[in-house]
């Protein structure tokens, strides 16, 4: 399972500083074209690859920054290697392919074209619309105080199996969420919680909160005893 973030909020100020600082640094490394020092970075923290600039202004994310400089084939596929999604979009709609085509990057275009590996129960813009509900649901006011970007479902079909993390401030944790063969699993977790957290299942028809049985411990092995 590939384990990826998705970054939604749009408010830096409710960053933690030493948080806030990695971040703009890791950004910054993209904005500027430092290849190396931007995988560097991914090998401290991999879940990045897809993240913004905090605050979420313009959206761009390193494969965008790649595509907006025209970066060699080689970095493009490092960082498609990572784990980068050709299927997100910026704040104003375009994916990296996009960008590459504006600013006439044509080496890029073939690499650059989303690939669906697995799709999406259908009709997936319900899906996605009744996933949106769920978080809506879920989460009281905390989207009411605070904007988040809530996440597009389309980065699960570019892997067999990944895994996506939304964090959400106000519930001291957030939202993991995969692909099962025709519905997605929403696990729903807060370090306030004193079990494991709420498991949903998702379908274009709707969503229901399912039970999920803890696993329980192995039992201890048995003593050994001494040879006689």
């Given at each position: 399972?590939?384990?990826m ?22 950004s ?10 931007l ?22 994310a ?35 392919v ?16 989303p690939?669906v590996?697995?799709?999406l ?8 619309h ?5 978080l809506?649901?879920?989460t009281?006011r ?45 696990h ?25 049985s803890?696993?329980?411990?192995s039992p201890p ?5 001494p040879?006689?």
């Amino acid at each position: 399972m590939i384990r990826m973030e998705w970054d939604g909020l749009t408010d830096r100020e409710r960053f933690n500083d030493w948080y806030l600082q990695a971040r703009d640094r890791f950004s910054d490394t993209a904005r500027d074209a430092g290849w190396n020092s931007l995988f560097e970075e991914l090998g401290k923290h991999p879940g990045w690859v897809n993240l913004p600039r905090p605050g979420n202004h313009s959206g761009f994310a390193p494969l965008h920054q790649a595509a907006w400089h025209g970066a060699d084939f080689a970095v493009v596929s490092r960082l498609l290697a990572h784990g980068a999604w050709r299927t997100q979009r910026t704040r104003d709609g375009r994916r990296a392919v996009d960008i590459a085509r504006e600013q006439g990057h044509a080496h890029l275009l073939e690499l650059l074209e989303p690939v669906v590996v697995r799709r999406l129960p259908s009709p997936a813009e319900m899906l996605e619309h009744h996933f949106h509900a769920l978080l809506r649901e879920r989460t009281g006011r905390c989207f009411e105080e605070i904007e988040h970007l809530l996440p597009p479902l389309a980065p699960l079909t570019e892997g067999p199996a990944v895994e996506i993390f939304f964090g959400v401030v106000g519930m001291m944790g957030g939202f993991t969420y995969h692909l099962e063969e025709d519905y997605l699993d929403v696990h729903g977790h807060s370090r306030m919680d004193a079990d494991d957290g709420d498991y949903y299942r998702v379908t274009p028809e709707g969503w229901s909160r399912v039970q999920r049985s803890p696993v329980p411990p192995s039992p201890p092995p048995a003593p050994q005893r001494p040879a006689s």
